[in-house]
């Protein structure tokens, strides 16, 4: 009986697992501004704590290539949605879309990201 008790526990512990939610993009405001473009992205997640938080998130050209990374240091349980912002982006000539992809500390990247089309 004792060999069991951990499989119960993962069992039970499983439909916990499959509720845990990836960061999401709420909204994405680009603007000019002098050395490239700035983008506030605000997330919202179900941060939990230094143990469990949205940790980061990024620019994606349509390919799929990194412009420009901002990472999140600290959990922000008490501020849902939140906004951060990341300057000096600079895209090649002719973009007209970019992605932002979300990612969680115990998650990693979001597979889903948002398009957003350019000023």
């Known amino acids: 009986m004792m060999i069991l008790r951990p499989l119960c526990i993962a069992l039970c512990l499983a439909p916990l697992c499959a509720l845990a939610d990836d960061p ?3 909204s994405v405001k680009v603007r000019a501004a002098a050395g490239g473009l700035t983008f506030d992205v605000t997330l919202s ?3 939990t704590g230094w143990d469990h938080y949205a940790d980061g998130w990024r620019v994606l050209d349509m390919q799929g290539n990194e412009l ?3 990472v999140l240091h600290h959990p922000h349980v008490e501020e849902q949605p939140f906004t951060r912002s ?3 982006i ?3 000539e002719g973009t007209t879309q ?3 992809q979300a990612r969680c500390l115990v ?3 979001s597979e889903q990201t948002t398009i957003v089309t350019l000023p």
């Open 24 to 26: 999401v993009v709420e």
């Open 45 to 47: 997640h179900p941060d």
């Open 68 to 70: 420009g990374l901002r």
């Open 86 to 88: 990341l300057g000096g």
């Open 90 to 92: 600079t895209v090649p």
């Open 98 to 100: 970019v992605q932002i």
């Open 107 to 109: 998650d990693g990247w």
